[in-house]
């Protein structure tokens, strides 16, 4: 079975400062990772994803995540927030012929 | 490509009426997903089928529920009758394979439904 969670469901961050998202899961098997963004009134867009390979992987807007195995986790992160970045984030664990299992998502504020 | 289109964006309705949501996924893609989000439980899959077949029905939350795709370009997922705890924001989302492996799901911009 897989799940996913994801640590904090509202994170506040000033423009400028770096963005932590925390997202742990949990697989029997080889997971692929992914972290989808949602803005307000849209559907889920995908930011990043992990299949094999590189353990950092860079996606859209800046963003990035390293797949951290010891550490069952998958944090994404952005060195600098900007006030477009304000969105609900979510994280995501698969397999190879599974479905998508979703995390709660985490909501992003920035500060002016 | 005009992407996963729904309708209608907005949708207020009686309890006890009947509720049709609407879904074009994007050509070519094999797969068709309905979600439902909500503040107290997030995203939930309800349905997704395969190929216009129903491979996992298991997130649908009662019998009041029901979801077809009559042919690869369509999809609709009905609630007869609505109660006010089906108010909610209803996702349809398309891809090549189950979205849990290479293949990232596409989403549409959702029906904000509102059962009075």
């Known amino acids: 079975a897989q799940s996913v969670t994801q640590l904090g469901s509202h994170v506040s961050v000033s423009e400028g400062a770096l963005v932590l998202l925390r997202c742990n899961y949990s697989s029997s098997v080889p997971p692929y990772l992914f972290w989808y963004v949602q803005y307000p009134n849209q559907g889920l867009q995908l930011l990043l994803k992990?299949?094999?390979?590189?353990?950092l992987v860079k996606g859209i807007n800046g963003f990035e995540a390293e797949f951290k195995k010891s550490e069952t986790s998958f944090h994404l992160t952005k060195p600098s927030a900007h006030m477009s970045d304000a969105a609900e984030y979510f994280c995501a664990v698969g397999r190879q012929g599974g479905k998508l299992i979703f995390g709660q998502g985490t909501e992003l504020s920035v500060k002016p | 490509d005009a992407g996963v289109i729904q309708s209608p964006r907005h949708e207020v309705t009686e309890m006890g009426q009947e509720v049709t949501l609407r879904c074009k996924p994007i050509s070519g893609h094999d797969y068709l997903f309905w979600y439902r989000q909500t503040m107290m439980r997030g995203l939930e899959l309800l349905i997704y089928f395969n190929n216009n077949v129903p491979i996992d029905d298991s997130g649908m939350p009662e019998d009041r529920f029901s979801a077809k795709m009559p042919n690869a370009s369509f999809s609709t997922l009905k609630i007869q009758p609505s109660e006010p705890r089906d108010s909610a924001v209803y996702f349809c989302?398309?891809?090549?394979?189950?979205?849990?492996?290479?293949?990232?799901?596409?989403f549409g911009n959702g029906t904000r439904l509102t059962v009075t």
């Open positions: 989302a398309s891809s090549y394979g189950t979205g849990g492996n290479n293949s990232p799901l596409h």
């Open positions: 992990y299949t094999t390979g590189a353990t």
